[in-house]
């Protein structure tokens, strides 16, 4: 399978502790974007890489959320001292060109 | 800043019926238009796009939409749907850029009677 990936699919936590999600994208693609979305909401962006470069991010990404790609290759996205309100399904998506390509998404759960 | 407006967030149809779910968007500046469908516990899969060119885009399943630039709209069409096609449907604008993230609406979960 060639597609994006995204691991765990399911992560239960409890508020405080910190969890950390990966993606690994589309082998040949240099564009890698992190979401979330909310119950019956549509997906919100929060942050962008470029190769390894981290060149966007958005209001949403709070100082307790940090993103890397070494390497430019996968990307993991962690959350430190996790609340409740981070409760949500948690996009990456790989691009080339306008086009983005989804993974399956981690749905987290904050007890 | 883009903003997309879904204003219908159910819609029931009998099989075999028409549909047509609405998008329209805001932007300054030229956009391009995407619609994402995802079945249930799946991933977002890319349904058809507007880029450049002719205004009506097809998709391989019998989908359409228009890119109406004086309505800002790109609504999306079927004339006769498939119980296959229930699924939550999100149109989404990009403005050009370095990037060129994707802004969503809130989706419409379209579900087909038999």
């Known amino acids: 399978d060639t597609g994006v990936s995204q691991d765990p699919r399911h992560k239960i936590t409890k508020r405080g502790q910190n969890v950390t999600f990966r993606c690994d994208p589309i082998?040949?693609?240099?564009?890698l974007y992190w979401y979330r979305q909310t119950l019956g909401q549509g997906p919100e962006f929060l942050t962008y890489f470029q190769n390894e470069a981290q060149l966007e991010k958005s209001r949403l990404l709070s100082d307790r959320f940090s993103a890397e790609r070494p390497k430019g290759s996968f990307s993991t996205l962690e959350i430190q001292r996790t609340e409740q309100g981070d409760s949500a399904m948690y996009l990456c998506?790989?691009?080339?060109?306008?086009?983005?390509?989804f993974g399956p998404g981690t749905r987290l759960t904050v007890l | 800043a883009q903003s997309v407006t879904q204003l219908d967030s159910q819609v029931p149809v009998f099989e075999e019926a028409p549909v047509e779910l609405r998008c329209n968007y805001s932007s300054s500046v030229s956009v391009y238009l995407f619609w994402y469908v995802q079945y249930p516990n799946q991933g977002l899969q890319l349904l058809l796009k507007?880029?450049?060119?002719?205004?009506l885009v097809e998709s391989i399943n019998g989908f359409e939409a228009e890119f109406n630039k004086s309505q800002t709209s790109f609504h999306l069409r079927k004339p006769s749907v498939h119980i296959s096609d229930t699924a939550e449907y999100f149109c989404a604008v990009s403005e050009p850029g370095s990037a060129r993230q994707l802004t969503f609406g809130s989706g419409t979960q379209l579900t087909v009677l038999p």
């Open positions: 082998s040949e693609h240099n564009r």
């Open positions: 998506a790989s691009g080339a060109g306008y086009e983005q390509f």
């Open positions: 507007y880029l450049s060119g002719s205004t």
